[in-house]
């Protein structure tokens, strides 16, 4: 499984994380090898700095800038894309285009929704 990582800092000083991942999903559900219209997909996890900090949050966490930061996947932050898993170029604009969302605070259900069009149509 590959993966690619880049973080954002929404307008209200809340970091947040976009991960793209492969997990094996096409067109149809489950990437189906053997269909030759079917492609393994990207897949988008937003994660949101928790703004508690429980005794646990040393288990759930990493070091981003020099702090420990704790994560959450808010409801509805994560989707599968319409990118192909090998399509290099999409994913860093994937990835540019979920970091500007966070940066001007479209982080809601819709927006991420709209977030999971991206990538190619097929004809």
């Known amino acids: 499984m590959s993966e ?6 929404d307008p209200d000083g809340i970091l947040w994380k976009a991960v793209l991942t492969e997990l094996g999903e096409g067109w149809n559900g489950e990437y189906n090898p053997d269909d030759p219209e079917d492609e393994e997909l990207v897949r988008f996890d937003m994660y ?3 703004n508690e900090k429980d005794w646990w949050d040393a288990d759930h966490g990493e070091h ?3 702090r420990f ?3 959450y996947a808010p409801q509805d932050s994560s989707y599968c894309t319409a990118l192909p898993v090998g ?3 999409g994913r860093s604009a994937l990835l540019a285009m979920l970091t500007q ?3 001007t605070g479209d982080t809601g259900k819709r927006d991420w ?3 999971s069009w991206f990538g ?3 004809t």
């Not at 690619?4 to 800092?9: H, L």
């Open 48 to 50: 949101r700095e928790r």
């Open 64 to 66: 981003v800038n020099g």
């Open 4 to 9: 690619d990582v880049r973080y954002a800092t």
């Open 120 to 122: 190619h149509s097929r």
């Open 101 to 103: 969302m966070v940066e």
């Open 113 to 115: 929704e709209q977030a």
């Open 69 to 71: 930061v704790s994560w």
């Open 87 to 89: 399509d290099k170029a």
